[in-house]
T-cell receptor, first 114, second 112 residues
Framework: ETGVTQTPRHLVMGMTNKKSLKCEQHLGHNAMYWYKQSAKKPLELMFVYSLEERVENNSVPSRFSPECPNSSHLFLHLHTLQPEDSALYLC?????????????FGSGTQLSVL | QQQVKQSPQSLIVQKGGISIINCAYENTAFDYFPWYQQFPGKGPALLIAIRPDVSEKKEGRFTISFNKSAKQFSLHIMDSQPGDSATYFCAAIVDATNKLIFGTGTLLAVQP
């Protein structure tokens, strides 16, 4: 148990659906991240929140919408996704100021878009 | 310039053997190089990391070798065990930024 919990573990959705991924960290960290992991590709950083403010948005399509209501919770709202968005979505947290030295990942949500 | 190139893509090693995974980078501003281990169904977990002011770091059976002039670093797993079977990712970051750049991963299978 890494202290970062993601739900759901698996999600299948159609292209017209709206769904949300949830992440909760129990480590007292103040920075949270969304990464996308596709087969045979490097992990792609999508969003970074530090002290509940978005500090990074790596040219992610608007069909992905993050939300960070507090330092322990992070959401990724999904709508009108495409089949190529199928991937493992990983949430991570760290203590800001220490950068990525202590980056803790959740187990991910395996997303399939039909 | 932001890429980290990792090889091999997959690796099969006999139990007790040495597993070696290599990474190369271009950005000389990178100042922190972690390795992550990922088991199926789990997220990556930090395994070991190094800064460019040292040439080697060892933790148990895991060693990072770092060659600053060649802009390369590698992970060595000594006495490899079946429990080491996982995907390994190298990564690099400029510490002042939030952008951890990952390699493409190496799937390691240690055969009993």
């Amino acid at each position: 148990e890494t202290g970062v919990t993601q739900t759901p573990r698996h999600l299948v959705m159609g292209m017209t659906n709206k769904k949300s991924l949830k992440c909760e960290q129990h480590l007292g960290h103040n920075a949270m991240y969304w990464y996308k992991q596709s087969a045979k590709k490097p992990l792609e950083l999508m969003f970074v929140y530090s002290l509940e403010e978005r500090v990074e948005n790596n040219s992610v399509p608007s069909r992905f919408s993050p939300e960070c209501p507090n330092s322990s919770h992070l959401f990724l709202h999904l709508h009108t996704l495409q089949p190529e968005d199928s991937a493992l979505y990983l949430c991570a947290s760290s203590q800001d100021g220490g950068g990525h030295e202590k980056l803790f990942f959740g187990s991910g949500t395996q997303l399939s878009v039909l | 310039q932001q890429q980290v190139k990792q090889s091999p893509q997959s690796l099969i090693v006999q139990k007790g053997g040495i597993s070696i995974i290599n990474c190369a980078y271009e950005n000389t501003a990178f100042d922190y190089f972690p390795w992550y281990q990922q088991f199926p169904g789990k997220g990556p977990a930090l395994l070991i990391a190094i800064r460019p002011d040292v040439s080697e770091k060892k933790e148990g059976r895991f060693t990072i070798s770092f060659n600053k002039s060649a802009k390369q670093f590698s992970l060595h797993i000594m006495d490899s065990q079946p429990g080491d079977s996982a995907t390994y990712f190298c990564a690099a970051i400029v510490d002042a930024t939030n952008k951890l750049i990952f390699g493409t991963g190496t799937l390691l299978a240690v055969q009993p």
